[in-house]
């Protein structure tokens, strides 16, 4: 059972011209008429978040911890921004892993997912170390043609003897090949001085596409790059690790970035997904608030939350 959060943010006043994100939100099953939200009964809602506060995957590839005080910190950036047209948000609230009991953590994380996913057409998660990418896929099911898009400097495909931060998108190929699925995916960004050459070479093997972050700078190589992956699947999973971002501007990480991809490639790359009506599920993750500067990180990620959310739902509502 995911613990309940409250949410709060700024009030200029009642009416749809004062629409904040928070005023969206709210639990599931509740009437929107509830302080945290407009009035009038809650109908299908647009889309669902969970939050999830794990960092022991990070603790166990031998990172620095502190996602697990991720969720709150986005829920705090997300909250008093705009919103422009009608919205409604389910917050299904926190699961958290305790005493290092990661796998049976992804295991409630996965249920939870599989339950939002229930009354709402897009699930958001929010990390979280990486490690939240297992869980996600266990919420979502056996899924023959999904596309998994990591943005991310990593490939997260390592080999070891129990599941970390590292671990989530091998399990997730090993799976689909022992249940006779395509393996599709694709990671954007990649960084060469990050991943060895056996992480490339697993890469090989299970089929992943990658761009590399030196080919990432502008927005057109990237754009191509998931334009043919979209073309390839019918649903599409986007897990967004927070440090493909550049260190300067996303500071708040397990493992900053020191090149990186530009903030505006991956907005322009989130918009291609959210404009394709494929997209089924997000996370976001890797944000360790104590690292943070001035919120610097929490503050984009809530930015590209927000715009994934609100032009998935513009999108289909068109």
Not at 83 to 95: A, F, N, S
Not at 194 to 202: C, I, K
Not at 206 to 214: F, N
Request: with cysteine.
């Amino acid at each position: 059972m995911a613990a309940d959060v409250t949410w709060t943010g700024r009030d200029d006043g009642p009416g749809p011209e004062h629409r904040r994100f928070y005023r969206m939100v709210t639990a599931p099953g509740a009437l929107r008429g509830s302080s945290l939200a407009p009035q009038g009964p809650v109908a299908r809602p647009d889309a669902a978040l969970l939050g999830f506060a794990s960092d022991e995957g990070v603790h166990r590839n031998q990172g620095r911890v502190g996602a697990a005080e991720g969720p709150a910190a986005l829920r705090a950036a997300l909250a008093s921004l705009a919103v422009h047209d009608e919205l409604t948000i389910v917050d299904h609230g926190d699961v958290t892993v305790v005493d290092g009991d990661l796998e049976g953590g992804q295991r409630r994380l996965g249920e939870a997912v599989a339950t939002a996913r229930e009354g709402a057409p897009l699930t958001v998660v929010l990390g979280g170390g990486h490690e939240t990418a297992w869980g996600s896929y266990l919420g979502l099911g056996q899924r023959p043609r999904l596309g998994v898009l990591n943005l991310d400097a990593h490939f997260d495909l390592r080999e070891a003897d129990h599941p970390t931060s590292g671990t989530p998108f091998l399990q997730i190929a090993r799976d689909r090949q022992a249940r006779g699925l395509d393996v599709h995916y694709a990671v954007l960004g990649v960084s060469t001085a990050s991943n060895t050459g056996a992480l490339f070479a697993t890469a090989e093997e299970v089929g992943a596409r990658w761009l590399l972050d030196d080919d990432c700078q502008d927005p057109s190589e990237p754009l191509a790059f998931v334009r043919r992956f979209l073309a390839e699947v019918d649903e599409v999973y986007l897990s967004i690790d927070l440090d493909v971002l550049p260190a300067a501007t996303a500071p708040g990480v397990s493992a900053p970035a020191a090149l990186g991809v530009p903030p505006f490639v991956i907005q322009a790359v989130c918009d291609e997904v959210a404009d394709s009506g494929m997209l089924v599920h997000l996370d976001v993750t890797e944000l360790s608030p104590r690292f943070d500067s001035d919120q610097r990180t929490a503050r984009l990620a809530a930015r590209l939350v927000h715009r994934l959310i609100t032009r998935t739902v513009s999108r289909k509502g068109a």
